[in-house]
């Protein structure tokens, strides 16, 4: 049998690391049955054979880290560390992470979560065009409207433009009734709840009414010229290489450009390829244009999304194998036939 007695240092907010009703805690207990944890104020002791409750010291250990890291410690960071994830390899920590991109409507201050959203915000900073690719779920587009917010508020541009393919998410919508922003609104909604986030309901009527704040699909951009705006194309993966082609050149002298897509959710008919993918290869070197590529490690949707997109992933990579393979065998089929001839 092994003993032993954790101190948490004083300035650690037990609440914070026990958890609500010692939520986090009891999420400990039930992951190490075998082993006796009894807390008391900012003493924690482990009884239980020795590699368990080391095991448990490290899991606690980890947890401690991680407050003091992000001076939070929400549920889902402790099932996290339970379940062998090492958020420090791309969480931001408080330190790294001083400053604050823009207030919500509550005057939450909203960061960047991670170290690729980090970059991202870096990035978009050192150039006038960024592309942020990444799956669903890693703060692409709501980092993206967060930088467009803050340089409105800070008066670095006159407007904002949001805007996306009106593209079905592999459904047939059918009619939809009303005006054209109703109809084009259902596909715009995203954009539409990260504002909400961000500006107060009345300024944000306000912005739109005045065109301060512009959201609408990509078709509608032909022909402009895009200046001294902050501008987001999101989903750009559901755009056409002419389509992209088309948004770019739009781009005026002073405006500020960030171009959001998910490479795995391409909802294109399959006659027609992402512009996106020939943009990444053409476009990458150009001084004044940056890249970023988010990874399932960035998503700060619910922890099982992570590990969605990791099955997807996996899934994908034996599907392409089994293509190859199946290739192969053709390929070798085809070289038996002509040797026989």
């Known amino acids: 049998m092994s003993e032993i007695v954790l101190t948490i240092d004083n300035s650690v907010p037990l609440v914070d690391f026990y958890g609500q009703n010692d939520s986090n805690l009891n999420l400990i207990r039930k992951a190490f049955p075998e082993v006796k944890i009894t807390s008391r104020g900012?003493?924690?002791k482990l009884s239980g054979e020795k590699k368990d409750t080391q095991a448990c010291k490290a899991k606690l250990e980890k947890m401690l880290r991680l407050l003091k890291e992000q001076d939070n410690l929400?549920?889902?960071d402790v099932q996290e560390i339970l379940g062998g994830e090492n958020p420090f390899e791309y969480r931001v920590s408080a330190k790294e992470n001083g400053n604050v991109i823009v207030h919500g409507r509550s005057g939450t201050p909203i960061k960047a979560k991670t170290?690729?959203?980090k970059r991202l915000v870096e990035s978009?900073?050192?150039?006038?065009?960024?592309?942020?690719?990444?799956p669903a779920g890693t703060g692409k587009t709501y980092t993206a409207v967060a930088l467009a917010v803050r340089a409105l508020k800070n008066r670095l541009v006159r407007r904002i433009i949001l805007t996306r393919p009106a593209v079905e998410a592999g459904e047939?919508?059918?009619?939809?009734?009303?005006?054209l922003k109703d109809k084009v609104d259902?596909?715009?909604r995203p954009l539409y709840d990260a504002l909400d986030d961000m500006i107060p309901g009345e300024k944000l009527a306000n912005f739109m009414q005045n065109r301060v704040i512009e959201i609408a699909p990509l078709a509608f951009m032909r022909g402009r010229t895009l200046d001294n705006a902050f501008i987001i194309l999101d989903e750009a993966q559901n755009a056409t290489s002419v389509q992209l082609k088309m948004f770019l050149t739009r781009i005026g002298p002073t405006a500020k450009c960030i171009i959001t897509g998910d490479l795995t959710q391409i909802d294109l008919p399959r006659n027609q390829t992402s512009g996106l993918y020939r943009s990444l290869q053409s476009l990458?070197?150009?001084?004044?244009i940056g890249t970023i590529y988010l990874t399932e490690e960035?998503?700060?949707r619910h922890r099982l999304v992570k590990q969605i997109i990791r099955a997807y992933n996996k899934m994908d990579e034996e599907d392409q194998k089994a293509r190859e393979a199946a290739k192969r065998q053709r390929e070798l089929r085809r070289a038996a036939e002509e040797a026989r001839e």
């Open 42 to 44: 900012n003493t924690i």
């Open 74 to 76: 929400p549920e889902q």
């Open 115 to 117: 170290r690729n959203q």
């Open 124 to 134: 978009s900073e050192a150039n006038d065009i960024v592309f942020a690719i990444g």
């Open 172 to 179: 047939r919508l059918g009619f939809l009734p009303g005006d």
């Open 186 to 188: 259902p596909y715009l």
């Open 284 to 288: 990458s070197e150009i001084d004044g």
């Open 298 to 300: 960035d998503v700060v």
